[in-house]
C-alpha cells in the first residue's frame, strides 16, 4: 500500500507531500488542484510503461507543466506586504514525483535537456535525471534497493553490494521499464509489475453514442476497459467467476426492484436493465446517463481482478444524490481489496466515505500553491528527494 505520495514543482503542487491511507478521499475547491494531483499519480503509472515523456507532451511539455510560480515564496509575499515578483532561479528545472510505502519507495526526477550541438527536433523533450526505488517508506542511503544517474544503474544485490547494469539507458527511457533481470533486479521487476495494475478512471463515456449503449462482440472481461466500452461483459464476467451476490445487491440497493440481465447473441453481449413495473428491460441505450454510470463503477469496484491502486476520477459526475449512498458503499467495500484513491468535488460522497473510514485530504490555495488544509510542516509524512 501507499503511504505517501510527494509531487515537486508540477503545475500548483510546489511542494506537496500527502499521507494515503486503505481509502483515501481528496476534495476542495474547484482550482484547488485535485485535478493535478491525479495527473501526477497518472505520470507515475505511466513511468512505470516508458510513457511519462509522452504523456507530458500531451500536457503541452514539461515548460509548461511545471510550479509557475517563484522558486521562493517568502514571508512578507504571504503576508501581502510584498508583491509577487520573478527571481533568477538558483537550482535547475525539475519536476519530482515519488512515493512509497512500507514495503518499496520510487521517486524520478525529471528536468530539461542539456543544450545540444547535434541536430534534434526534440529539444524540449524532458529528461530522466535521476530515478531511485528503495525498501521502506523514507530513502536512506542505505535502504537504496536500485538507481539511476547519468544514463547508468545500478542495483544492490544480496550480499550488499552493487551490480551495475551493463550499458546506459536512454534519458527518455524510465530503469523501471528497461531493466528486466530477475536473478539481478527482483525488486525492480516486483516494483514494475504492481506500478502498472494501477488503474484510473475518468473518461467513461455516457453520451448517446457512448459504445456501451451498443451491442458489441465480448470476451471474458476481468477488468472494464478505461472507456468503458466493455461494460456488458465486465458485468457478466463478474456473475460468472466473480462476487455475483454482491452485484446484485449492488443494483438493487441503487435500484429497487431492478436487476440485471447481459444479452448474448453470437458473441454479441447487450446490457440490459429489468425495472419493476416494466414489461420488457430497458437496454443500454435507453439508459439514463446517471443509471450508466453506475454501473460502470459497479463493473469497476466488483472487478474479479483487483490493482494494487485504483483511482478515481469524480465518480459522482451525473449520479442522482439518491445513488450516493450505494457507490459510497461500494467503494468502502471494495477498499478492503484495494488500496482506493477517490478525488470528488461531492461533499455527500466525502462525508459518506469518511463513516465508512476513509482519509479526507482536502485541498486549498495559497498565492498559486496547492496544500493540504490543516497540514502544517512537521505534520507532513517524512519525505526525502534522491539527489542529481
Not at 45 to 56: C, F, P, Q
Not at 177 to 204: C, G, M, N, T, V
Amino acid at each position: 500500500m501507499i503511504s505517501t505520495l510527494a509531487v515537486e514543482g508540477y503545475r500548483s503542487l510546489r511542494r506537496l507531500v500527502v499521507p494515503l491511507a486503505p481509502l483515501t478521499v481528496v476534495t476542495g475547491a474547484n482550482g484547488s488542484g485535485k485535478s493535478s494531483l491525479y495527473r501526477a499519480l497518472r505520470l507515475l503509472a505511466d513511468s512505470a510503461r516508458n510513457g511519462a515523456v509522452a504523456a507530458l507532451a500531451r500536457q503541452g511539455g514539461l515548460p509548461s507543466t511545471l510550479w509557475a510560480g517563484p522558486e521562493q515564496v517568502g514571508r512578507a509575499v504571504r503576508e501581502g506586504r510584498y508583491p509577487v515578483q520573478g527571481t533568477v532561479r538558483t537550482g535547475p528545472v525539475s519536476l519530482r514525483l515519488g512515493f512509497a510505502g512500507d514495503d518499496f519507495g520510487y521517486a524520478m526526477d525529471l528536468g530539461l535537456p542539456p543544450p545540444s550541438t547535434g541536430r534534434t527536433a526534440f529539444q524540449l523533450d524532458p529528461e530522466i535525471k535521476v530515478e531511485s526505488v528503495w525498501s521502506g517508506p523514507v530513502l536512506r542511503p542505505a535502504a537504496v534497493l536500485a538507481e539511476r544517474g547519468r544514463g547508468a544503474v545500478r542495483v544492490r544485490d544480496a550480499d550488499g553490494g552493487w551490480w551495475r547494469v551493463p550499458g546506459t539507458i536512454q534519458p527518455y527511457d524510465s530503469m523501471l521499464s528497461e531493466i528486466s533481470d530477475p536473478q539481478h533486479a527482483p525488486e525492480l521487476l516486483e516494483l514494475r509489475d504492481r506500478i502498472r495494475s494501477w488503474r484510473f478512471y475518468d473518461q467513461l463515456r455516457t453520451d448517446a453514442g457512448a459504445p456501451a449503449r451498443a451491442a458489441r462482440i465480448g470476451t471474458r472481461t476481468l477488468v472494464l476497459g478505461h472507456d468503458g466500452a466493455d461494460l456488458a461483459a465486465a458485468l457478466q464476467t463478474i456473475r460468472e467467476i466473480g462476487d455475483a451476490e454482491a452485484l446484485d445487491a449492488a443494483v438493487d440497493q441503487a435500484f429497487p426492484g431492478s436487476g440485471l440481465a447481459i444479452a448474448a447473441e453470437a458473441g454479441r453481449f447487450e446490457l440490459r436493465l429489468r425495472q419493476h413495473g416494466l414489461l420488457r428491460p430497458l437496454g443500454a441505450a435507453e439508459l439514463s446517463d446517471g443509471t450508466l454510470r453506475y454501473l460502470f463503477w459497479v463493473a469497476a469496484l466488483l472487478t474479479p481482478r483487483p490493482p494494487a491502486l485504483l483511482v478515481l476520477n469524480e465518480p459522482e459526475t451525473s449520479l442522482h444524490p439518491d445513488l450516493i449512498a450505494p457507490l459510497a458503499g461500494l467503494v468502502a467495500a471494495a477498499s478492503a481489496r484495494t488500496q482506493i484513491v477517490a478525488v470528488t468535488h461531492s461533499r455527500p460522497l466525502v462525508a459518506a466515505l469518511g463513516k465508512a473510514g476513509a482519509r479526507t485530504v482536502e485541498l486549498v490555495k495559497d498565492h498559486g500553491e496547492t496544500g493540504v488544509a490543516g497540514q502544517e510542516p512537521l505534520d507532513q509524512p517524512p519525505w526525502h528527494w534522491p539527489k542529481r
